[in-house]
Every structure is written in structure tokens, then in C-alpha cells.
């Protein structure tokens, strides 16, 4: 299975009517968890290199431009890769925290993989 069909499979298994002391709803869980997943696949799908002039480089290939192959380097800016860390670990706990800390947390990751 999938991780994306795993989750899908708690969401259901998840009872719709109870709620954990903090009351987030299993709705806003599964666009967290997906949100996650889709920042971890951008981390670990790339290339990672260090050049002295820019620090550490992500390099993302891909077969889908128009000329074919295309290869986009960018710098990395380490802060935002930390703060990406805490956000996933905020998500691994979903079930700890507040719906407000947990909205936050995806959105900082979807704007982390839409820049990529």
C-alpha cells in the first residue's frame, strides 16, 4: 500500500464522531499528513550537493519539459530546511496538538514543496 492509501485507511478507520481531547478534526489530519509526505518526497527525491560560493545546492531532474531533460539547481536556505523539520515532527504528533498548531504546520509545508 501506498502512504498515501494508508493514510486514507486510518482517516476511515478513524472514528468521525469522537474526537481526542484536543478535538482536531480527522479531516485536517489527512491534508497534514499529505502535505507532509509531499515535502519528504521533495527533500528525498532530490540530488544535495556543497559549492563554497552558495552552500548546500538541491538538484531536481525532469523529464517533463518541453525540451526533455531539464535539471533546476537552487541554493538552500538551511533555516527553512530546520524549521521543515519541526513541522514534520509537529505533524508526526498530530494527535498532540491544537487544530490551529496542526493548520499551520501544512500550510508552512505546502509552501515549502510549492517553491521547489
Not at 515535502?39 to 527525491?45: F, P, S
Not at 538541491?58 to 537552487?74: A, I, M, T
Request: aromatic share 8%; with cysteine.
Amino acid at each position: 500500500m501506498s502512504y498515501k492509501q494508508k493514510v486514507d485507511l486510518l482517516c476511515e478507520l478513524f472514528p468521525r464522531r469522537a474526537k481526542h481531547h484536543y478535538g482536531v478534526p480527522i479531516s485536517v489530519a489527512r491534508a497534514a499528513l499529505y502535505a507532509a509526505e509531499e515535502y519528504r518526497n521533495k527533500i528525498v527525491h532530490s540530488v544535495w550537493s556543497a559549492e563554497r560560493e552558495r552552500g548546500w545546492i538541491r538538484s531536481k531532474g525532469s523529464l517533463r519539459s518541453k525540451s526533455g531533460f531539464s535539471l533546476v539547481d537552487e541554493a538552500v536556505n538551511i533555516r527553512g530546511m530546520e524549521a521543515g523539520v519541526v513541522a514534520l515532527r509537529m505533524v508526526q504528533h498530530w494527535e498532540m496538538l491544537t487544530e490551529k498548531r496542526l493548520r499551520h504546520a501544512t500550510k508552512f509545508l505546502k509552501s515549502r514543496v510549492q517553491d521547489a
